[in-house]
C-alpha cells in the first residue's frame, strides 16, 4: 500500500514537467510586446532627461536677455540631438534676478499599429535651483 503511494507520487511529479509550449509561447509573446514597448519608449525620457540637464545649466549660467537664453538653449538642444522641444514650447522669465525657463512639450511615438503613446511634460528650470 504504501509503495504504490510513493509510485503514484514519483509518477505524478513526471507528468508534471513544467510549463507547457503552448504557455510557453504565451508568456515570451507577452514579454516581447513589454520589450518592444520599453523600447520605444526609453528614447523619450532618456531625451527627457537631457531636457532637464540643459534647461537648468541655461538657467544658472544666465544671460544678457531672455533673447540670449533662448539661444543658448536652442544650442544646446543642438548640441545634444534633442528635436522633440520646439521654439514656441519655450518660455522664459526673469524676476528678481532669477531666471526661470519652462517648457511644455509633448512627445508622440507609433507603438503597434495604429496604437500610439503620447507622453505630456511641463519642465520649469530656475536659476540656483534644481529641476521640478
Do not use: C, W
Request: proline share 2%.
Amino acid at each position: 500500500m504504501v509503495s504504490n503511494r510513493i509510485i503514484n507520487r514519483v509518477n505524478d511529479m513526471h507528468r508534471q514537467a513544467g510549463i507547457s509550449l503552448i504557455g510557453f509561447l504565451i508568456v515570451l509573446a507577452v514579454a516581447g510586446v513589454a520589450l518592444s514597448g520599453g523600447v520605444k519608449i526609453l528614447p523619450i525620457y532618456l531625451e527627457s532627461y537631457k531636457i532637464d540637464m540643459a534647461m537648468q545649466k541655461v538657467a544658472n549660467e544666465g544671460g544678457e536677455s531672455t533673447l540670449d537664453i533662448r539661444n543658448k538653449l536652442t544650442r544646446r538642444f543642438d548640441i545634444e540631438d534633442i528635436t522633440s522641444v520646439k521654439p514656441k514650447d519655450i518660455k522664459i522669465f526673469r524676476r528678481d534676478g532669477k531666471t526661470t525657463i519652462l517648457i511644455k512639450y509633448s512627445v508622440r511615438k507609433n507603438m503597434i499599429g495604429n496604437l500610439d503613446v503620447i507622453a505630456v511634460f511641463d519642465k520649469k528650470a530656475v536659476s540656483g535651483k534644481s529641476v521640478d
